[in-house]
């Protein structure tokens, strides 16, 4: 099966910057996309940014500019450079992985990210 692992998360001052990644394993023979995504207490789940095989990138407008998404294929990891980080960015951050031919989706448990002064 596939497990998705996140790391990196933490409490950092608005301003400061954070890398989050995210480790694929088990068995996966082609990827289609990975991405981020974020849930805020009494929020419901929204994407932050996504990167597809071929290296084609979309990012929520409130993070256009400021977050970076990179992927390791041989890795089969996906990171999120965050860069003047804001409260309003406070949440929970989930990975996820599709695979290509079935569709498939796949979820990490999540990396907190807590924005505050």
């Known amino acids: 099966q596939v497990q998705l692992v996140e790391s990196g998360g933490g409490l950092v001052q608005p301003g400061w910057s954070l890398r989050l990644s995210c480790a694929a394993s088990?068995?996966?023979?082609?990827?289609?996309?990975m991405g981020w995504y974020r849930q805020a207490p009494g929020n419901q789940r929204e994407m932050v940014a996504t990167?597809?095989?071929?290296?084609?990138?979309n990012y929520a407008d409130s993070v256009k500019g400021r977050f970076t998404i990179t992927r390791d294929n041989a890795k089969r990891t996906v990171y999120l450079e965050m860069n003047n980080l804001k409260p309003e960015d406070t949440a929970v951050y989930y990975c996820?992985?599709?695979?290509?031919?079935?569709?498939?989706?796949?979820w990490g448990k999540g990396t907190l990210v807590t924005v505050s002064s």
């Open positions: 990167i597809t095989t071929g290296g084609s990138t």
């Open positions: 088990g068995s996966i023979f082609s990827i289609s996309v």
């Open positions: 996820k992985l599709v695979t290509a031919f079935s569709a498939s989706e796949y």
